[in-house]
C-alpha cells in the first residue's frame, strides 16, 4: 500500500505538516508569549528549511535519481534537526543546573555576535533551552519537537529505500 503514494503527494503531505508546526510555534510564540530559545530557534529555522525542501520536491520529476539527491537533503536537514533537539533534550534533562540561567536571545546573538560565537552559545546552551515550560498530553514542546523530526527521518529514509 505504501509503495503506491506518489512521491508528490509524500512532498505535499509533508510540507502541509511542516507548515501546521510552524503555524504552531507562531501561535505559542505571539499569541501564548512563550518565547523561544536558541535551540528552539534553530530547531525552527530547520523546519523552515524542510518545508522549502519539500515544496520544491512537489514540483521536481518523480525520476528515482532525483528523489534520491532531494531526499538526501531532506534527510541530511532533519538530521542536524534532531542533533539540535537531542541537545536540548540532554540539557533539560541532565544538566539544568549547569546551564547559565539567562543569556542573549537567538536575535540579538544573530545580530551582534560573529557566527562562530553565536553557535558556540547555542551548542553550549541557555538557561531557557533547559527549562519545559509547555506540556501537551504530559509531553513537552522539545519531545513533540523531537517526535516530528523522528517521523520526518523516517519519511526520508523511506523515500530513500523505496522504488519510485
Do not use: T
Not at 530547520?46 to 528523489?67: D, K, Q, T
Not at 538530521?79 to 536540548?88: E, K
Not at 557566527?115 to 538557561?127: A, D, H, K, N
Request: charged share 10%; proline share 5%.
Amino acid at each position: 500500500m505504501l509503495k503506491n503514494i506518489p512521491v508528490r503527494l509524500v512532498n505535499v503531505l509533508s510540507c502541509l505538516a511542516v507548515v501546521i508546526l510552524l503555524a504552531l510555534a507562531s501561535y505559542l510564540q505571539r499569541v501564548k508569549g512563550l518565547e523561544p530559545c536558541p535551540l528552539c530557534m534553530v530547531q525552527r529555522l530547520i523546519f523552515i528549511g524542510m518545508a522549502i525542501l519539500f515544496f520544491i520536491g512537489i514540483f521536481l520529476p518523480a525520476r528515482p535519481r532525483v528523489v534520491k539527491v532531494h531526499y538526501s537533503f531532506v534527510l541530511l536537514l532533519v538530521s542536524l534537526g534532531l542533533v539540535a533537539v537531542f541537545r536540548q533534550l540532554w540539557l533539560i534533562h541532565f544538566s539544568a543546573e549547569q546551564v547559565p540561567s539567562c543569556g542573549a536571545d537567538f536575535y540579538y546573538m544573530v545580530q551582534h555576535l560573529p557566527w562562530g560565537q553565536v553557535l558556540s552559545e547555542i551548542v553550549q546552551g541557555q538557561g531557557d533551552c533547559a527549562r519545559d515550560v509547555w506540556k501537551v498530553a504530559g509531553i513537552g514542546l522539545p519531545a513533540w519537537s523531537a517526535l516530528a523530526f523522528l517521523f520526518f527521518w523516517v519519511v526520508a529514509i523511506w523515500q530513500l529505500c523505496r522504488k519510485v
